[in-house]
């Protein structure tokens, strides 16, 4: 069975998308729609912008969403069995699938964004890289942390990523070192993804979400929040709303989607992240790039 993987924030280079937009009618008519959507010309960054333009939260979330998209749409042969997408790519994912339309995406993940950016801002928070430490481990630091500090990325063996208020997640980096990790080392994120510091942001997709139509998709999503097969458009729903508190069950999802099938994994969008988890997660997997 052929899965196809979307990746999330982090993965955009300058560039990204322009060989598409010059290559493809399709493309283009897709990303200009995009532009008229959002307001403003997300091409002129993608294509032109600097890396620093890139990364702000607004910008970085479409412009991954819509690379990943337009390739799918592009695709000569995508008949997916099953689709996963790391954190923003689900998005991605319930597109390629049908679960909802291309402009319904597009708006999720603006607000998403938007509503992730402003709960950034209440309180300082962050994450930070943990290598080479069992997840049990980890977890049970996370809970001796007075502080809210949680896992949050389950990325593959022996990479967690952990989230939270700012000092928790830095005690939590000192005692992951003394516990034997490799390295644990806080990332250069705006704010405390995948934790409950999300809780404001949640609400407000919560209420975009529901209002939302989403259709039966042509085949099941395996969900951050579950790392199972998904198909029922309801479920889908309450589990895309949850995702933004809760961790991104990558291992998990990827060893699940190997057991129902899978054959192969195509990762669809910017950057070979996912590929080589997929790889770490199962040195036999085979992976593909679009």
């Known amino acids: 069975m052929k899965a196809y993987i979307f990746p999330g924030q982090g993965a955009q280079f300058t560039g990204m998308g322009k060989d598409l937009y010059e290559n493809s009618e399709l493309a283009k008519s897709l990303f200009e729609r995009a532009n008229e959507i959002l307001g403003f010309r997300i091409t002129d960054i993608m294509f032109e912008g600097t890396a620093e333009e890139l990364k702000e939260?607004?910008?970085?979330?479409?412009?991954?969403?819509?690379?990943?998209?337009?390739?799918?749409?592009?695709?000569e042969d995508f008949h997916p069995e099953m689709v996963a997408g790391h954190s923003?790519?689900?998005?991605?994912?319930?597109?390629?699938?049908g679960a909802l339309s291309f402009e319904d995406g597009l708006k999720l993940v603006s607000q998403r964004a938007l509503a992730m950016q402003k709960a950034c801002e209440i309180t300082p928070s962050t994450m930070a890289a943990v290598l080479n430490l069992d997840d049990?481990?980890?977890?049970?630091?996370?809970?001796?942390?007075?502080?809210?500090?949680?896992?949050?990325?389950?990325?593959?063996?022996?990479?967690?990523?952990?989230?939270?208020?700012?000092?928790?997640?830095?005690l939590a980096c000192e005692k992951m070192k003394e516990a034997g990790a490799k390295r644990a080392l806080i990332l250069p994120v705006g704010g405390a993804f995948h934790s409950p510091m999300m809780e404001p942001a949640r609400e407000e997709l919560a209420a975009a979400i529901e209002a939302t139509t989403f259709a039966t998709p042509i085949c099941p999503v395996y969900q951050n929040v579950t790392a199972s097969a998904v198909s029922d458009a309801t479920e889908i729903k309450k589990n895309l709303i949850i995702q933004l508190t809760a961790p991104v069950k990558w291992t998990q999802s990827v060893q699940q989607m190997i057991a129902d099938g899978a054959t192969s994994f195509t990762e669809v969008g910017p950057g070979?992240?996912?590929?080589?988890?997929?790889?770490?997660?199962?040195?036999?997997?085979?992976?593909?790039?679009a």
């Open 136 to 170: 049990a481990i980890v977890e049970d630091i996370c809970a001796s942390i007075d502080g809210v500090v949680v896992a949050a990325n389950y990325n593959c063996p022996g990479q967690l990523v952990i989230s939270g208020e700012y000092k928790a997640v830095e």
């Open 88 to 97: 923003l790519g689900e998005f991605s994912a319930l597109v390629a699938n």
């Open 272 to 289: 070979k992240v996912l590929a080589g988890l997929v790889n770490k997660i199962d040195r036999e997997a085979v992976t593909i790039n």
């Open 57 to 75: 939260t607004k910008v970085t979330q479409p412009a991954v969403f819509l690379h990943s998209v337009i390739l799918a749409k592009t695709l």
